[in-house]
């Protein structure tokens, strides 16, 4: 089954939650809690909003699929050590799925690389919920593969220093559209005086 594989087909999901909706007595919030786990995964995809919607409001109000739109909240507004707290507490859901602690790392160092150039080393560890030597792995692995560099930082320990992009490294860009000629200005300086 694609749910509990490591596989994922959003629209085979889809199908899925709108064939319950036409026969609500074959449903299987078992079933329902998985397809909505792996939709946590595919993040930033916003496949979890689109399989919530096709949930009835009272299945979306048991505790589980609660647990789960908080787990949603707190990745899409970049809470991760809220979000890895609360996964915590809810190991019976998050854990039915394999590879989801994975993903939702890789969905993490996604976000801080379009938000930072260099990131302390807490603030990566908080992120990802890894620390000590499986950091330490984890961040010699980036090194070697991802372009990641490493760089003593001032009080705060060790900066990781991520490749560039368009988004953690805004550039000023000019554009022959939006610039107005001089000419037109002085034009303009008459009219006002």
Same mark, same amino acid.
């Given at each position: 089954?694609? /749910? @509990?594989?490591?596989?994922? @087909?959003?629209?085979?999901?889809?199908?899925?939650?709108?064939?319950?909706?036409?026969?609500?007595?074959?449903?299987?919030?078992?079933? /329902?809690?998985?397809?909505?786990?792996? +939709?946590?995964?595919?993040?930033?995809?916003?496949?979890?909003?689109?399989?919530?919607?096709?949930?009835?409001?009272?299945?979306?109000?048991?505790?589980?699929?609660?647990?789960?739109?908080?787990?949603?909240?707190?990745?899409?507004?970049?809470?991760?050590?809220?979000?890895?707290?609360?996964? +915590?507490?809810?190991?019976? =859901?998050?854990?039915?799925?394999?590879?989801?602690?994975?993903? =939702?790392?890789?969905?993490?160092?996604?976000?801080?690389?379009?938000?930072?150039?260099?990131?302390?080393?807490?603030?990566? +560890?908080?992120?990802?919920?890894?620390?000590?030597?499986?950091?330490?792995?984890?961040?010699?692995?980036?090194?070697?593969?991802?372009?990641?560099?490493?760089?003593?930082?001032?009080?705060?320990?060790?900066?990781?220093?991520?490749?560039?992009?368009?988004?953690?490294?805004?550039?000023?860009?000019?554009?022959?559209?939006?610039? /107005?000629?001089?000419?037109? =200005?002085?034009?303009?300086?008459?009219?006002?005086?």
């Amino acid at each position: 089954m694609v /749910v @509990s594989s490591q596989t994922y @087909s959003l629209e085979a999901n889809l199908c899925l939650l709108r064939l319950y909706q036409f026969e609500p007595e074959r449903m299987s919030t078992q079933i /329902v809690a998985r397809i909505l786990v792996k +939709a946590l995964m595919a993040m930033p995809a916003p496949d979890f909003s689109l399989c919530l919607f096709l949930i009835p409001e009272r299945v979306q109000m048991e505790e589980q699929f609660k647990t789960l739109i908080v787990l949603s909240h707190y990745l899409e507004t970049g809470r991760f050590r809220q979000f890895w707290d609360e996964a +915590a507490k809810s190991r019976h =859901i998050v854990e039915a799925v394999p590879g989801f602690e994975q993903a =939702i790392q890789t969905y993490a160092i996604h976000v801080l690389s379009l938000t930072y150039q260099k990131i302390p080393r807490p603030v990566l +560890a908080e992120a990802i919920n890894i620390e000590g030597l499986s950091l330490d792995k984890f961040l010699e692995h980036q090194v070697a593969n991802s372009g990641w560099t490493l760089e003593k930082g001032h009080a705060r320990g060790q900066l990781i220093v991520l490749p560039q992009n368009e988004f953690n490294h805004p550039e000023l860009k000019k554009s022959a559209a939006d610039s /107005v000629p001089l000419e037109h =200005i002085t034009r303009i300086f008459p009219i006002l005086g």
